[in-house]
């Protein structure tokens, strides 16, 4: 059975940070490319950025403006998403994802920014 388990969200503020994993298991996890995808109250599930198999190409959002850092360790197989300069429009449920459509996802984590 596939499993993506992402802890590690909370309630931050402006400016703040906080690094996001998630704990992939049944199955190869270097066969896949991996996403972080977010999803704002009230609105539509969207793409947050991307890490190729290999850790070679790294891409992101028009609004991550070098803000996040998205990484994976294969031997552990985890997928990490280190946020920094957190704003307050960051607030959402982040999942980590097989697929760029999220149709293979985690349950996602609850980030809140707030002051």
């Known amino acids: 059975e596939v499993q993506l388990v992402e802890p590690g969200g909370g309630l931050v503020q402006p400016g703040g940070s906080l690094r996001l994993s998630c704990a992939a298991s049944?199955?190869?996890?270097?066969?896949?490319?991996m996403f972080w995808l977010r999803q704002a109250p009230g609105k539509g599930l969207e793409w947050v950025s991307s890490?190729?198999?290999?850790?070679?190409?790294?891409l992101y959002a028009d609004f991550v403006k070098g803000r996040f850092t998205i990484s994976r360790d294969n031997a552990k197989k985890i997928l990490y998403l280190q946020l920094n300069d957190l704003e307050v429009d960051d607030t959402g449920m982040y999942y980590c994802?097989?697929?760029?459509?999220?149709?293979?996802r985690g349950q996602g984590t609850q980030v809140t920014v707030s002051s």
């Open positions: 994802a097989r697929d760029v459509g999220g149709r293979t």
């Open positions: 049944g199955f190869t996890f270097d066969d896949y490319n």
């Open positions: 890490v190729d198999r290999w850790s070679q190409s790294t």
